[in-house]
C-alpha cells in the first residue's frame, strides 16, 4: 500500500509539469499555443500601461517644482548683473532648460503641448500660467 502512495507521489507531479511544459508555446509546438500566447501577451501589455498611467509620483513633481525654482532665480540673477561674462548666451542656455522643466512639469500636470518653436516666451508664458492655474509653484 505504501508503495503505490510513494509511486503516486512521484509520478503525479511529474506528470503535471509535464503537462505544464507542453502548454508553453515553442518552435516545436502548435500554432495555435503560439498564437495564443502572443495575443494574451498584448494583453498583459495593455494591461499593465492601463495602470502604469494613473497618477505622477509626488516626487517627481516636487523635484521639478524645486529645479524650476532654482532655473528661475538663476535667470533673474543673469539678468540683473549687468557684468557677467558671455552674459547673453549664459541667459539663453538657462531659458532654454527652464523651458525642458516647464515642459515636464506640463507632462507631470497632464497639460497639452502644442508644437511650438524653441524659446517661444509667448508659449513659455502659456505654460506658467496653465501651471500656476493647476495649483504649482515654484
Same mark, same amino acid.
Given at each position: 500500500m505504501w508503495a503505490a502512495a510513494v509511486v503516486l507521489a512521484t509520478l503525479v507531479p511529474g506528470l503535471v509539469f509535464y503537462a505544464l511544459l507542453r502548454l508553453m508555446p515553442g518552435e516545436d509546438r502548435p500554432r495555435w499555443r503560439i498564437w495564443l +500566447?502572443?495575443?494574451?501577451?498584448?494583453?498583459?501589455?495593455?494591461?499593465?500601461h492601463a495602470h502604469r498611467d494613473e497618477l505622477p509620483d509626488p516626487f517627481d513633481t516636487l523635484r521639478v517644482q524645486d529645479r524650476l525654482g532654482i532655473v528661475a532665480r538663476y535667470v533673474q540673477a543673469l539678468e540683473?548683473?549687468?557684468?557677467?561674462? +558671455?552674459?547673453?548666451?549664459?541667459?539663453i542656455a538657462s531659458q532654454m532648460a527652464y523651458d525642458y522643466l516647464l515642459e515636464e512639469a506640463c507632462h507631470l500636470a497632464?497639460?497639452?503641448?502644442?508644437p511650438h518653436a524653441k524659446g517661444d516666451p509667448a508659449e513659455?508664458?502659456?505654460?506658467?500660467v496653465e501651471?500656476?492655474?493647476?495649483?504649482w509653484a515654484w
Open positions: +500566447a502572443n495575443h494574451l501577451e498584448r494583453l498583459a501589455a495593455r494591461l499593465r540683473a548683473d549687468k557684468r557677467a561674462m +558671455a552674459r547673453a548666451e549664459r541667459i497632464g497639460v497639452e503641448i502644442p513659455r508664458f502659456r505654460e506658467e501651471l500656476a492655474g493647476r495649483g
